[in-house]
């Protein structure tokens, strides 16, 4: 019995070690030295450290664009993608890792009170990313403006912007000696790197004060490049006498997305979403660009679906809190283990009767020989003869009996085969006793 329920066993224990087992998935992070490859690497060692369901294998790279061709190309499961640089095809969002925006901080004494006023200025932009300044490039060309591709010196043509690449250290100066007339910023506003650049415009500003300008013709601008997105900087977010901003300024920004392959399943895509987010508060004290966290924004299920850049049907899940029971995640492994194991069942049932009956048929054969042997020996005169069949008899008791010790035996079969044995000597030893026994025959007595 044991035996036989041993490969059940065997099936069981591999079903739910393949069931339980964590999930790894690869994910490629970037840019380098950027905020998201701390936070997700945080993240790793943090579902490593809960135990949960899923593993992370964090590859790096140097950009934005770099993650997003290794999702694109199959290599991983899981990137960091800036979709204004490179928007895999087989990519859908999970998180919204980080919002960028587009604005413009400047001495009020700049004149700057749009975008279209920056025609013969020099904005000053935290020296970095290319991404950021080709971000600036489509927003001038909107305006019909022209940017230089090297930071012009001297006086700038009517038409023309200059972006001057600028470290943080150097802002307030730059602006008080006019080598700069503004900061433009491709960043999140509620950053502190962002909130310390404000912060440097407005003591360069003086009594005069400092503005934010973003971009008033966010619908145009999107129609345009549709893998960016309007956002709001909520006035007074940077505080001061008078607030700054005075008001809600609308402007488009990009964002820093993480993004999954479009067939990875809906469930492990949910469980990502889900983790990430219910671990966002023990990720902040390690990274506090963990606070950034959210979700894409929709207004419906068809809409998060069928948007420019589409949310994963598993995020989605989450979202709407319609993850997949246990059941339903495995309903088909559940299904090919119950129906294996009922056919494997009667398959041991069936060996079971077949080899009883095997069993069975040995002793009935044997009863049959016995049957046989007591009416042959009702007809026999001859001694020798007489005195082999008491022999045989004996070898049929002898295999009856092993049979009967080694393995089970119905009673009724062990009866019939009993009486038997009884018959075929009684007959034998009274033929015997008429004829006599030859010298060295058995003894049936």
Do not use: C
């Not at 450290?49 to 294998?57: E, T």
């Not at 591709?149 to 150097?170: M, Y």
């Not at 993480?258 to 390690?286: G, P, Y």
Request: hydrophobic share 45%; net charge neutral; charged share 25%.
């Amino acid at each position: 019995m044991l035996l036989g329920l041993t490969p059940v066993l065997i099936l069981g224990a591999a079903a739910a070690y393949y069931l339980t087992r964590p999930t790894t998935l690869t994910i490629a992070v970037a840019p380098s030295g950027g905020t998201e490859p701390a936070l997700l690497r945080a993240y790793a060692d943090e579902l490593v450290r809960r135990r949960v369901g899923i593993r992370l294998k964090v590859i790096p790279f140097d950009g934005v664009r770099e993650s997003a061709e290794a999702l694109n190309a199959g290599k991983a499961d899981l990137a960091v993608v800036r979709p204004d640089v490179a928007m895999p095809g087989n990519g859908l969002t999970l998180v919204v890792l980080r919002e960028l925006a587009v604005f413009v901080a400047a001495p009020i004494s700049a004149g700057i009170t749009g975008l279209p006023n920056l025609a013969g200025k020099r904005l000053g932009l935290l020296a970095g990313r290319q991404a950021d300044r080709t971000l600036v490039g489509h927003l001038a060309d909107h305006y019909g403006l022209e940017m230089p591709t090297e930071a012009a010196t001297g006086i700038l043509s009517p038409n023309a912007v200059s972006i001057v690449p600028i470290e943080e250290a150097e802002i307030e100066a730059a602006l008080r000696d006019r080598r700069i007339d503004a900061m433009i910023l491709v960043s999140t506003p509620t950053s502190p790197a962002a909130r310390r650049v404000v912060g440097l415009v407005q003591d360069a500003s003086g009594e005069d004060g400092a503005t934010l300008v973003g971009t008033a013709e966010t619908g145009a601008v999107l129609a345009r490049w549709p893998r960016l997105q309007s956002t709001t900087i909520p006035a007074s977010l940077f505080g001061g006498n008078p607030r700054l901003p005075a008001e809600d300024v609308t402007t488009v920004g990009s964002s820093y997305r993480l993004m999954a392959r479009a067939n990875l399943s809906r469930s492990v895509a949910a469980e990502v979403t889900q983790h990430l987010f219910e671990m966002r508060a023990a990720l902040a004290d390690k990274v506090p660009a963990a606070e950034s966290l959210t979700h894409p924004a929709y207004e419906d299920s068809a809409d998060a679906t069928s948007a420019r850049l589409p949310i994963h049907p598993g995020a989605l899940d989450y979202y709407e809190r319609e993850q997949e029971t246990f059941i339903e995640r495995y309903e088909s492994w559940i299904y090919l283990v119950a129906i294996l194991a009922g056919g494997f069942g009667s398959t041991l049932a069936w060996l079971r009767q077949r080899l009883g009956r095997i069993r069975r048929e040995r002793i009935e054969v044997a009863t049959t020989r016995l049957l046989e042997l007591r009416s042959d020996a009702r007809r026999e005169t001859d001694r020798g003869r007489l005195a082999t069949m008491a022999s045989e008899i004996d070898d049929l008791a002898a295999s009856i009996a092993r049979h009967a010790l080694n393995r089970p035996t119905e009673p009724r079969t062990l009866g019939a085969a009993n009486v038997a044995i009884e018959a075929a000597r009684s007959t034998v030893r009274r033929r015997i006793g008429q004829h006599g026994l030859p010298e060295g025959a058995p003894d049936v007595t």
